[in-house]
C-alpha cells in the first residue's frame, strides 16, 4: 500500500514509526514548516519531519494544500490511502476524493466528544475519566467523518496534557497498524457518529493559562494538568508571572478571600491558596525569569508570599 503521512508533533511520530515498522509503503511525508524556536529563535523541524529524515522518507513542507497545484502534486504520489495525525489543517474535498482508501485521521478522543484542535485538554478540563482515540474517514466538516474503530484508556488523576498525549500516541500507533488491514479489506462498516452528542474543544492561547482564582480548586486543578506543558497555568505575583507547574485541590475551607496564599504545613504543598470553592495546595512553581522550584523552596525564598492576594 502506497501511504501519504500528513502530521507535525509528538503525538504523530509513534504512527508514522508504525506504519514503516509494518512495512507501509510511506511515500511522502506532509508536515508544517520549519518554525522559529528556541531563545535564539532557530527554525526548526516538526518532531515528524525529524523522525521522517532519519527514515529517509521524502518530506514536503506545505503551507498550504488548497489548489489545483497541491491536489496535483498529492494525486501524482498515487497514494492508496492519507494517514492524518494532528496534521492542525483541514484537507480541502479536492484532496479527500484522491485516495482510493480515503484520508483516515487518528484523532484523541472518543468521538464524537471533544472535536477540534484541542481534544486532550478539553478531557482533562471535562473531568473525563476515559479519553481515547478514534480511526475517523475524514470528510468536509471538523472531525464529523465516519467513525472506523475506537478505543479507550482511562485517564489517571495525575495525568497532564502532556503524559496523556504519550499514552494516546501509543495507542493511536496499535490502533492505527490494527485498522488499516480490515478497511482495506472491506471488513469494517464505518459507523456514523451522532452530531447531537458532540461536544467541541476550543483552540488555546497563551491567555488560556491565566488563572481565575474565583473557579473551585478542582477545576484549577484541572486547569494545571490540562495546560502542562503548554501554555502553563499561571498567576501573576509582584508583577511578574507565576507559573504553576503542579498543584492538589484541598477540600479545606478557609474565611480568606479568594487568591490569598495561606501556609498549610503539609509535605510537598506547604502553602496554598484560596479559592471559589477548596483550597489549591501548590507543589511546584516557576517564577518568571527563574528555574522551576518546589513550593517549598520558593516559600523560603519569597517569605511575604504567605499572605499575599493573587489576582483573579
Known amino acids: 500500500m502506497r501511504v501519504v503521512f500528513m502530521g507535525s508533533p509528538d503525538f504523530a511520530v509513534p504512527s508514522l514509526e508504525a506504519l514503516v515498522r509494518e512495512r507501509y509503503e510511506v511515500v511522502a511525508v506532509y508536515t508544517q514548516p520549519d518554525r522559529p524556536a528556541g531563545r535564539g529563535l532557530a527554525l526548526t523541524p516538526s518532531p515528524v519531519k525529524r523522525v521522517a529524515l532519519s527514515l529517509g522518507l521524502s518530506v514536503r513542507g506545505l503551507v498550504t494544500l488548497k489548489g489545483e497545484a497541491a491536489a496535483a502534486a498529492l494525486a501524482g504520489l498515487l497514494p492508496d490511502v492519507v494517514v492524518v495525525a494532528a496534521y492542525a489543517k483541514m484537507l480541502p474535498e479536492t484532496i479527500l476524493c484522491i485516495p482510493k482508501y480515503g484520508c483516515l485521521n487518528t484523532h484523541p478522543s472518543l468521538l464524537p466528544k471533544h472535536r477540534g484542535a484541542s481534544p486532550i485538554p478539553a478531557a482533562i478540563l471535562a473531568g473525563d475519566e476515559f479519553t481515547g482515540v478514534s480511526i475517523m474517514l475524514m470528510e468536509k466538516g471538523l472531525d464529523t467523518g465516519p467513525v472506523l474503530a475506537r478505543t479507550q484508556i482511562p485517564i489517571a488523576g495525575d495525568d497532564t496534557t502532556g503524559s496523556l498525549t504519550l499514552k494516546l500516541s501509543l495507542v493511536a500507533a496499535r490502533l492505527l497498524t490494527d485498522t488499516l488491514p480490515g478497511w482495506v479489506r472491506g471488513e469494517i462498516t464505518p459507523r456514523l457518529q451522532t452530531d447531537e452528542e458532540a461536544t467541541y474543544s476550543a483552540t488555546i492561547?497563551?491567555?488560556?493559562?491565566?488563572?481565575?482564582?474565583?473557579?473551585?480548586?478542582?477545576?484549577?486543578?484541572?486547569?494545571?494538568?490540562?495546560?502542562?506543558?503548554?501554555?502553563?497555568?499561571?498567576?501573576?505575583?509582584?508583577?511578574?508571572?507565576?507559573?504553576?507547574?503542579?498543584?492538589?485541590?484541598?477540600?479545606?475551607?478557609?474565611?480568606?478571600?479568594?487568591?490569598?496564599?495561606?501556609?498549610?504545613?503539609?509535605?510537598?504543598?506547604?502553602?496554598?491558596?484560596?479559592?471559589?470553592?477548596?483550597?489549591?495546595?501548590?507543589?511546584?512553581?516557576?517564577?518568571?525569569?527563574?528555574?522551576?522550584?518546589?513550593?517549598?523552596?520558593?516559600?523560603?525564598?519569597?517569605?511575604?508570599?504567605?499572605?499575599?492576594?493573587?489576582?483573579?
Open 205 to 312: 492561547t497563551r491567555e488560556s493559562g491565566e488563572i481565575d482564582w474565583s473557579l473551585a480548586a478542582l477545576n484549577i486543578y484541572r486547569t494545571v494538568r490540562a495546560y502542562n506543558p503548554w501554555p502553563t497555568a499561571y498567576t501573576r505575583w509582584r508583577g511578574k508571572e507565576l507559573k504553576v507547574l503542579s498543584a492538589v485541590p484541598l477540600p479545606e475551607s478557609g474565611n480568606c478571600d479568594v487568591g490569598t496564599v495561606i501556609a498549610l504545613g503539609i509535605g510537598s504543598t506547604p502553602v496554598g491558596v484560596a479559592t471559589g470553592n477548596g483550597i489549591l495546595g501548590l507543589s511546584e512553581v516557576q517564577l518568571e525569569g527563574k528555574r522551576r522550584v518546589s513550593a517549598a523552596e520558593f516559600v523560603r525564598g519569597q517569605r511575604d508570599f504567605i499572605g499575599s492576594v493573587l489576582p483573579s
